[in-house]
């Protein structure tokens, strides 16, 4: 959710600082900045100057290329199974993120982990 009202705010300079801005740069190295986006799906699209923006599906899109291109690294967390991932952030995203991700699942009736 604070990465959408960092877009309300900021706009679009928010999808480069977590994706193409997300290298720490150092003499002869490029060292991938690994970041962990908790509960994906609980965010809103919201409107910078009249834009409407999935800026959470924007840096994923952006990502995948950094991780392929570069290795960076994503890690995120989600209650969303893959058809509500499709449906709020389209096939495209959905897919990139089959390669992206490694998923780690428990059943519906798992105890709560954060306890």
Partial sequence: ??????????????????SKKSFEIKPGAKIPKTICFDDLG???????????????????????????????????????NASEIEKQYGARVRSRLREMMNVVSFPDNAADKRK
Avoid: Q
Avoid at 3 to 18: A, N
């Fill in 1 to 18: 959710r604070d990465i959408s009202f960092e877009f309300h705010k900021d706009g679009y300079d928010v999808i480069h600082r977590y």
């Fill in 42 to 80: 609980a965010e809103e699209n919201l409107k910078h100057f009249g834009n409407e923006c999935n800026a959470l599906s924007e840096i994923l899109l952006s990502r995948y290329d950094l991780f392929i291109s570069d290795g960076l690294i994503t890690h995120m967390t989600t209650n969303l």
